[in-house]
């Protein structure tokens, strides 16, 4: 059904499976086995109902992992595996088994997003994903360098960014003490074809 929501010529697909397989590869062999022992125990579609990758889970609880191979062949294996690994980690970190209601809060959502990416760049050394020369995920320096301005400006203490970022739900709080949400591409920007926005759970099609 995914696939016949937006559908694409086989050879594009064929170009596009090339490069997660390389990318899979390259995930298995050096920065996370575990990310890839994770990613192989989904459930896989190509689908361009969604802009990037996500992870979500089936009628039945099992995590589905979702590509728009557009965007797959736009960052190219090597940044794929970033992607891989970050669908991975919310899974490893159960965020699509929380309250539904609090997958709709945006400081959630930027919290989450934030601190994957923090642990991915530090701990493995993956660079961001960028598309023409600009990045296309979340940064968490942006994300942490606007906290603290807006801390400092409403005159409240702030915290260093190792303890901002230590813990998912810890970073969803510190969020949380400002009244205005920060949402994870700064102000006015959605994320949209290109960029790497994850959709981990809507509501589905006429509330499906």
């Not at 979340?138 to 400092?152: I, N």
Request: hydrophobic share 40%; charged share 20%; proline share 7%.
């Amino acid at each position: 059904r995914l696939l016949e929501e937006i559908p694409f010529e086989p050879e594009f697909i064929e170009q596009a499976q090339e490069i997660l397989i390389k990318s899979r590869l390259k995930v298995g062999l050096g920065p996370s086995v575990i990310t890839s022992i994770v990613v192989g125990l989904c459930h896989f579609a190509w689908t361009r109902t969604i802009p990037t990758f996500a992870v979500k889970l089936t009628g039945d609880g099992n995590p589905m992992l979702m590509v728009n191979p557009d965007f797959a062949i736009k960052i190219g294996p090597d940044q794929a595996v970033f992607a891989l690994t970050h669908e991975a980690y919310h899974l490893l970190l159960v965020h699509l088994y929380v309250d539904p209601a609090l997958m709709q809060n945006q400081n959630w959502v930027t919290a989450t997003e934030a601190c994957i990416n923090h642990r991915i760049t530090k701990h493995l050394g993956l660079p961001l994903i960028s598309v023409d020369g600009k990045v296309a995920s979340v940064d968490p320096e942006s994300v942490y360098s606007r906290w603290r301005k807006a801390m400092q400006t409403a005159n409240l203490p702030g915290v260093s960014k190792e303890q901002f970022f230590e813990t998912d739900r810890g970073c969803f709080s510190y969020l949380e003490q400002w009244p205005k949400e920060i949402p994870p591409y700064g102000r006015g920007q959605q994320p949209g074809e290109g960029q790497g926005g994850c959709v981990h759970a809507d509501h589905g099609k006429d509330g499906d």
